[in-house]
Structure formats: C-alpha cells, structure tokens
C-alpha cells in the first residue's frame, strides 16, 4: 500500500514533498479543472463517469491531450506512456512525481499510486482531493487501511451541512478531506480529526495542493478535542452496524469502529452538546439498530440525555440485515459467493440474529444547542428526494422551533401566516357505486423537502385563507363557520396541525415568510 502512516510526533505531514505538490498544483489547474474535465469528455462521458461506467469514460480520452492523460491516469487507473505523461506533467515533473510516490512505473510508462480529481461545490473554486484507489480501477478487496476518497456518504454530508459564516469548525472523521475542504469555504478556523495516521497525511496532501491550512489532529471521535468547543462540528464516522470488525480483524478503519453495534454514533451523539458553543450546530451521519424491543426513535433519543440541544433526526432508508451485510461487503471490493463473502456474511448475520436485529437505519442527525430547558426532538422518515442542497432549509427548520418555542399556543392564534408558494394542493377520487367520492387529500411541497402530507377539507379551507392578512383565529373561526362545527373544537384539533406546518415550512410566519 504506498504511502506509509504519519509516524512522527508533530502534524501531520503530506505524502508528497512541497515542491512535487506546488509543480502538481500548477499542472492540475492548466489542464485537470472540473470544466477542463467535463469539457472533455462531454455530456455522454459525464453519465459514463457519474454511473461508474469506466469503459464508456475511456472512449473520450483517446486523443492524447494533457486533459486525456490525466483523466486516464488518475480517475481511470490506467497507464499512460511516457511521452504522453510528459506532455502532461513536463519530464522533470514525471521523475519527480515517480521519486515522490504519487505515479510507479509500468510495464511500457507509468500509472497513478494514487486517486487524484477535481471537485467542487456550486459557486465554489476547484479543489483537487487525492485519496486511495477505488476496487473499481484496482479491482479486489480494498486494504483495511484505505482511505476513501469522494462518495456518496461524504457528498450527502456536503450537501445537508449548515454553510452560516462561523469562527470555529470541526470535521471528525475527516478522512482525506472532503468535508474539510467545505468547511473552509466559511469557517474562520478548521480542525480536522482521524484515527487513521494515513488518512491525515491524505488531509495534509489535499489541503496543500489547494492551498489551505488545516489543523490535524490524531485521534479517536472526540478525544483530540474534549477541551474545545465549536459553531459547526460535521462528522462521516465509521459508522457501520455489526460485530465491531476491527482494520485486523476483517474490518476497514474509514467505515468500522471497532465497536459493536451502533455504540460509535451513541458514543459519537451523545458527547456533542459539550462541545458546541451556544448556538452552535452539529450534523452527522449514522447508522443504528431497528429492534424488536423498542422504536428507533426513542433510541436515538435516549443518546441524547438531557441535552440541552433542539434534535432533527431523518431516517433516510432501512435495510434488513442480509441487504445491508451485501451492502458493505460489495463496498469492499468483494466478490458474492467467494468462501472470504461467505464467511463474512456469515459471521455478521448471525451477530445480528443473536442481538435481535431486525433492521438497520441510516440517516442524518441535526442538533444545535438551543440552551432550552424544553428541547425539541424530532425523528422521523425522510425518504423523500430533497432538493440538493438541502443545507439551508434545515437551518430554517431549527429557526422555526426557535419562533414556535417563543410564541406559544397565544402566539399562534395572534400571527398572520403565509402559505409556502410551492405548495400543491391535490385531491384523488374513487369511482364508487354513487359516483366519484373523495379517497385522498395530499400537500405536496414542489421544493425544498418536498413534503407529502395527507390533509383534509378542513386543513386545505384553513391554508387558503392564510394570506398573511388576518390572524390564524380569525382563519379557524371562519373554518368553523363553513364546516358549521364548534369553534373551540375547531381551535383544539387544529392549532397543533398549524404547529407542524409551521414546523415544515409550510406555513410561514410573518417573521420568516421572505426565508
């Protein structure tokens, strides 16, 4: 495996040597840019690539361009001759590069040691993140030490994190640095934290090839930091539910803990109000158990203790325990139906048996330190397909529990709302024995969390008259009116139905309408 561990006492040090990193940056800024790439391979090659499909990739790299080379080198796997890694990198830049450990030589050129792409966010300027090669360009069962370079997990994290300007911000986990490189973008100051000694010189070789200081720590979840807080803490832990495989014991260190279970995300969860200054905010991704013996709400409620924190939890899939055992072994590199597959598969779902393990969830955990005596926490399914980013509506979400915890029953009945301006209203029908009769009532959200919600006549009556002119008393009696029901009852069944549409974003206070 190239590259050995950072095994000196003091930070974290790049793979790479200032001088190899400082010619690379300028090679891969000229010809290697998300738009340099994208370019390149066009529209057909961009969905070869964005599917995997690594063969449908190289039929638009076959033209011996700069851009080519590097795409077939570093995203492909594939070795390049000589000369055309001259044309890319400039000779003394390929003996350089072969001295420093980042290309090896071939058969007839050189091939990469190494994951090297482009990456971006939308607005932002490129980055480059440089991690170990995938079993999809070197095929068969990654290393326990692999450190993993842009996926699924760190891009779902990308996207639902909270991008306010802060002072202070941690990433745990950080691996090579995906999240890091984010979280530069609007912290002042960002620490970043690993386990794995490889994994920080990963985040070390990417933060010096895009130009940013970071600081390194070596440890183990919260350990590096116990002492510090912070206004935005993200975290990718290695989060996998099951027997606790360990990196010498069948395991991987980016995604196993070594610990049973799902006692890394408690360990994880349950210590990060400490570490969060007033205000300050937490995302994770997570795993945990689905059990005969009790909801997983209240699991994952019960890590949080008395927290002083307001709590959204999305479940985003359930799987049972044979696709998830599948799930995680195909992640790494093996092949089904191979005596290692077996064995493992084996071993995992007979933990899970004995255990009582019905199913594992896999999700988001939001928090952000309220300082309410009465936090709010909410677990609940979000299956749905999210508009991406979805970052700035979960803050809007925390910034109406804020108002809701202010204004109270009375305050409700005081405000004037306003209906969310992508909401569709929808009505389904039955044909029956006396004609078409009601049979479903939805909302719809058109963007950002695109709720669905089933509604009725009365909610639907009480939505369209919430023009932002009259208080929502006003709209309730004037339900009762035409529903020829009891305004106090009316009052009662609806006001916490309004407290959840607000909660969703569906209906809008005059305070947050323009959000």
């Not at 995203?75 to 090896?104: H, N």
């Not at 990060?272 to 945990?288: D, F, I, S, Y």
């Not at 049979?439 to 009725?456: K, N």
């Amino acid at each position: 495996m190239p590259g050995p561990v950072n095994s000196s006492p003091g930070p974290p040090t790049p793979l790479f040597p200032r001088a190899v990193i400082d010619r690379l940056r300028a090679c891969l800024s000229d010809e290697f840019s998300g738009q340099a790439v994208t370019e390149t391979l066009g529209l057909a090659g961009q969905a070869a690539l964005s599917r995997g499909d690594l063969t449908g990739v190289e039929r638009f790299t076959r033209g011996g361009s700069a851009t080519e080379t590097l795409i077939r080198l570093f995203l492909l796997g594939i070795e390049v001759a000589d000369d055309a890694a001259d044309r890319a990198f400039g000779t003394q830049g390929r003996f350089d590069a072969v001295a420093a450990g980042l290309l090896e030589p071939g058969s007839t050129g050189v091939r990469t040691m190494f994951d090297l792409r482009p990456y971006s966010e939308a607005g932002g300027p490129d980055w480059w993140v440089i991690s170990d090669l995938g079993a999809e360009v070197r095929p068969g069962a990654l290393d326990p030490e692999h450190v993993l370079g842009v996926g699924a997990a760190a891009a779902t994290l990308a996207q639902a994190t909270m991008r306010r300007p802060v002072e202070t911000a941690l990433d745990i986990g950080t691996g090579c640095g995906v999240q890091a490189l984010h979280l530069s973008r609007h912290a002042r100051s960002v620490v970043a934290t690993d386990l794995s000694g490889r994994a920080l010189r990963m985040a070390a070789t990417t933060a010096a090839l895009n130009g940013l200081r970071w600081d390194l720590r070596a440890g183990s979840l919260l350990d590096p930091v116990r002492a510090e807080q912070f206004d935005l803490v993200v975290s990718n832990p290695p989060f996998i539910v099951g027997p606790g495989f360990t990196a010498s014991d069948e395991g991987f260190t980016y995604r196993d803990s070594g610990l049973p279970g799902d006692e890394v995300c408690r360990q994880l969860i349950s210590g990060l109000a400490p570490m969060l200054r007033p205000g300050g905010t937490a995302q994770v991704l997570a795993n945990w158990m689905i059990t005969a013996d009790g909801q997983w709400e209240d699991r994952l409620a019960g890590w949080l203790g008395d927290a002083d924190c307001d709590v959204w939890i999305w479940q985003r899939e359930v799987a049972d325990p044979g696709e998830y055992v599948s799930l995680w072994l195909r992640d790494a590199g093996e092949q089904p139906g191979s005596r290692t597959w077996r064995s493992k598969y084996d071993r995992w779902l007979d933990w899970f048996a004995e255990n009582g393990v019905l199913a594992v969830g896999m999700g988001l955990v939001n928090l952000r330190r309220s300082g309410s005596s009465v936090p709010v926490i909410v677990a609940e399914d979000v299956r749905q397909a999210v508009e991406q980013p979805i970052g700035a509506e979960i803050a809007t979400w925390f910034a109406r529990q804020d108002w809701l915890r202010s204004a109270g029953p009375a305050g409700l009945l005081d405000a004037s709302f306003t209906v969310v301006a992508d909401l569709i209203y929808e009505q389904r029908a039955l044909l029956g024995p006396t004609g078409w009769q009601s049979a479903v009532s939805q909302l719809r959200q058109a963007r950002g969390m695109r709720w669905e919600l089933e509604t009725d006549s009365a909610v639907a009556g009480l939505l369209s008259s919430c023009t932002g002119q009259v208080p929502l008393r006003a709209s309730l009696a004037l339900v009762a009116e035409l529903q020829g029901l009891d305004p106090a009852a009316v009052t009662s069944s609806l006001l916490p139905v309004v407290a959840d549409l607000v909660q969703r974003g569906i209906l809008l206070p005059p305070e947050t309408a323009a959000t």
